[in-house]
């Protein structure tokens, strides 16, 4: 094989058809570029829904991987390994807490968070056995076990999928009235994205957060942060909660926290939320192996410099003044975001999102479509200001 329709043709008669990539096959990449099969250079504007917050082949990543490499990669939770106690104890630190349970995924991270908010609801809250209530937002993006989409508004992820985990109640975003009136005695966590990445980068209104955090200590709830898209850099700040001054009970981390390199994720929150699990509990063969840990223990320590998030703030800036002119042309109808991270509705005269999504392939750049009419603009937040202006560039040009 050796063109981009060949490779796709290859790809489709033998893979279950669960996404609908753009078709381009991308063969290398480094710093906020792609290069396909066929030669072509591309900027890469979603950076893998921001689990490549630091770009293509980072240097100081791929040498922390290396390295491991040639030590050992797996010893499976049975042993100890040497990298382990240095990933928890400088994981914790960066979100200020004292515990952290590694697993891979995001969606792991979050099905540990729930088992976390049920097990501390019985075993410390006091609620009865089988009565444990979990608050959602809707349009809410978690993942997608049978257990998540259980608590999905999305018909593309929920449907034929039942029968449906029960133990959650879905609430709208950003409305803290109809969040109070949720919460009973049997409630043991609010589960929030402090910025809803798949429904389109929507920012929750002002206090929004802070009222979450003052609702949960009063009613003696957790508030759990699905921080997996919007932590970790990606907003101007480590996480997106600190946008508002809050500091939830249980962070939920994952995508760059690997660092683009290997899938890492963890649930991190003090002792006496993590502390309920007991021996044989919980677990996961590849949760916290030794290459995850030093690939992330190099992201945990790139972070704790605070380039990467004044990066973020600064570019970001620039990134919202240019495309809220472009809501002014009155081809895109709303901007939302925050730091390196925007969501577009295009207006539907201009195309769709997947139509607007291929336009812009074809000059070279990389965005993802969601819900019809919106774009996600999401950078490597290594990306020059040069190299953003000339995606930005592209973007007035498809629009215009």
């Given amino acids: 094989m050796s063109t981009t329709e060949e490779f796709i043709t290859s790809a489709e008669a033998h893979s279950a058809h669960n996404y609908h990539p753009l078709p381009i096959v991308v063969a290398s990449a480094e710093g906020a570029w792609m290069t396909d099969i066929e030669g072509r250079r591309y900027l890469d504007m979603l950076a893998g829904y921001s689990a490549l917050n630091f770009g293509h082949g980072n240097r100081r990543l791929i040498d922390a991987a290396k390295a491991q490499l040639e030590r050992v990669t797996l010893t499976s939770r049975a042993f100890h390994h040497d990298r382990f106690a240095d990933f928890c104890t400088r994981l914790a630190e960066l979100c200020g807490k004292e515990m952290v349970l590694p697993m891979n995924t995001g969606a792991e991270a979050v099905e540990t968070a729930v088992k976390t908010a049920r097990k501390w609801g019985y075993q410390v809250k006091g609620v009865p056995d089988g009565r444990a209530k979990i608050v959602v937002a809707r349009d809410n993006f978690h993942g997608r076990t049978t257990t998540i989409v259980s608590f999905s508004t999305d018909p593309e ?144 320590d790139m972070l704790s410099s605070g380039e990467f998030q004044q990066r973020a703030t600064e570019l970001g800036e620039h990134l919202h003044a240019e495309l809220g002119l472009l809501a002014g042309t009155g081809a895109v109808t709303q901007v939302r975001g925050r730091g390196l991270w925007a969501g577009l509705d295009i207006e539907p005269s201009h195309g769709t999102g997947r139509e607007i999504s291929e336009k812009l392939m074809d000059r070279g750049v990389l965005v993802k479509d969601t819900h019809g009419s919106t774009i996600r603009i999401a950078p490597p937040l290594v990306i020059s200001k040069e190299d953003l202006d000339w995606g930005l560039d592209q973007l007035r040009g498809v629009l215009a």
Avoid: W
């Avoid at 939320?273 to 030794?290: A, C, D, I, R």
């Fill in 157 to 300: 992820a929920r449907a034929d999928y039942g029968p449906y985990t029960p133990g959650f109640e879905i609430v709208p975003y950003g409305d803290l009235t109809a969040l109070r009136a949720a919460v009973t005695e049997n409630t043991v966590a609010v589960l929030l994205e402090p910025i809803q990445g798949e429904a389109g980068v929507l920012v929750p209104p002002a206090g929004y957060l802070q009222g979450v955090r003052e609702l949960t200590k009063e009613r003696n709830v957790l508030f759990m942060a699905d921080e997996i898209q919007s932590g970790l850099g990606r907003t101007g700040r480590t996480f997106a909660c600190e946008h508002e001054g809050v500091v939830p009970d249980v962070y939920i981390l994952g995508k760059a926290l690997g660092g683009g390199v290997v899938p890492v994720s963890a649930v991190v929150a003090d002792a006496d939320v993590l502390g309920v699990f007991k021996p044989g509990e919980h677990g996961s063969t590849f949760g916290g192996n030794p290459l995850a840990c030093a690939v992330a223990l190099e992201v945990v």
